[in-house]
């Protein structure tokens, strides 16, 4: 009898499994040039002023240049150390002891908070961490959304070429408390070279390109980087100027030749075929929370599509639903929201924003509003009621309901059901 339990629960197992494999074919909208053209076609390609936004964007990109200190408090700069009230597990899914982030903090060395001063460059793409330190620290590993990749040490990433202010270094001098044009937090000292006035006056030349292709590789003799979409090069004829350190970690210019299919003069025209080139080259990469493993989450999906048109848009995605107009649906019906946003909102120009994720609105397939983002996972409720997930972890192009198709779709846990609100950029 017990024999035939097991049979039968195995079965019942598999049912389920091939029925979700199944189901799962529609539950992406399949990615095609038909159809990114025909939803790039009903934006407004005049939406904004791109050598004015272009002009805000470089001068957020060169701040730190323009500092003398870091910016925010000390009560700002030190948010991570709430972390030691919280239950935490590090890389051997061990619990993080007191004295473990006792260490942490004591290495931080925020007594010497705005004490270097100094002006730098990165020399590659890098991690900013909460803590200075690369051990990840997640919430409880064994439940879904709370281990890999959600590691809550990881602040952000920041691509090479982008200008930094150092406060100060940790105790053991292996890493530096930074901020960007976007970010702060610690990064890797070997990751950074220090800049003077004569570094600053030879990379700005006025002449700038952006990435418009994903991960290509870079040389200076030896490999340098994979160059991510949105990565800002300064252009001095037909070369392009990155950074390398020299034996006192000072930054020395270096010209570069990139092919020309990869980069662009910065804005890039907010037209149908480069609003295609850049979401198929965004489409399908891996999800990497907070930029872990030099991926994207949400926010730097958003962030980083639109800066190659010159658009500016803040880091997370709490701060993106501020950087247009907001239109809050909070109270809205699910099908209100749908309706609201296929008559409001505008194709590749509007941000659809839920807590904790942000997506940009393409337009209309089917009659149903088409949006793409970098989403993790799918949330799923079987028939005995137990809440688990369906990994997508890449940039998709979906409905607002990815998952209706699945058996175990959890309505009440939709992303529809939970957006707040569309920003009108």
């Known amino acids: 009898m017990k024999k035939i339990k097991i049979i039968s629960n195995i079965l019942l197992l598999s049912t389920l499994l091939l029925f979700t494999a199944c189901s799962h074919k529609n539950t992406l909208i399949q990615v095609n040039k038909s159809d990114l053209e025909k939803t790039s076609n009903t934006a407004n390609n005049n939406f904004m002023n791109q050598d004015k936004e272009t002009n805000k964007l470089l001068k957020k990109y060169f701040t730190p240049w323009n500092q003398n200190k870091v910016s925010y408090s000390l009560r700002e700069a030190t948010w991570g150390f709430s972390y030691k009230n919280k239950t935490i597990y590090l890389e051997n899914h061990r619990k993080a002891s007191k004295e473990w982030f006792d260490k942490q903090i004591e290495n931080s060395n925020f007594d010497k908070y705005n004490s270097e001063l100094k ?33 809550y040490n990881q602040n952000s990433s920041i691509k ?7 406060s100060h270094y940790s105790k053991d001098k292996a890493w530096a408390y930074m901020q960007s044009g976007t970010v702060g937090g610690w990064i890797h000292i ?8 004569e570094f600053i006056n030879e990379f700005k030349t006025n002449d700038y390109s952006v990435a418009v292709a994903e991960k290509f590789p870079i040389y200076d003799n030896i490999f340098r980087e994979y160059v991510k979409v949105a990565t800002i090069f300064p252009k001095f004829q037909d070369y392009y100027i990155i950074a390398k350190k020299d034996f006192n970690n000072n930054a020395i210019i270096t010209y570069i030749k990139i092919n020309p299919s990869y980069v662009q003069s910065l804005p890039i025209k907010f037209n149908t075929e480069n ?3 850049i979401a198929k080259a965004l489409l399908d ?21 639109f800066a190659p048109f010159g658009k500016f848009l ?15 649906l909070s109270k809205f019906s699910n099908e209100k929201k749908k309706e609201y946003i296929k008559k409001n909102g505008v194709p590749y120009s509007t ?42 972890g890449k940039a998709s192009m979906t409905t ?26």
């Open 190 to 197: 070997n990751d950074i070279a220090f800049v003077d006035e």
């Open 285 to 305: 990469e891996p999800y990497g929370w907070g930029g872990l493993l030099n991926n994207r989450d949400c926010s730097s999906f958003t962030q980083d599509y």
């Open 160 to 166: 090479i070429n982008t200008p930094i202010f150092i």
């Open 400 to 425: 607002l309901e990815p998952g209706k198709d699945l058996k175990d779709f959890d309505k009440e846990n939709s992303i529809l059901r939970k957006i707040q609100g569309i920003v009108i950029l």
């Open 119 to 151: 002006k730098a460059i990165t020399i590659k793409n890098t991690n900013i961490r909460v803590l200075p330190t690369d051990s990840p620290m997640f919430y409880n590993p064994t439940k879904p959304g709370e281990g890999f990749p959600f590691d």
């Open 351 to 392: 941000l659809v924003y839920l807590r904790g994720h942000i997506m940009l609105y393409i337009g209309i397939k089917e009659n149903e509003p088409i949006v793409i983002h970098n989403m993790w996972s799918v949330r799923l409720k079987n028939i005995w009621g137990e809440k688990y997930r369906h990994i997508v």
């Open 314 to 328: 803040s880091r997370n995605s709490r701060a993106q639903s501020k950087n247009g107009t907001y239109h809050d």
């Open 275 to 277: 609003r295609i080139k």
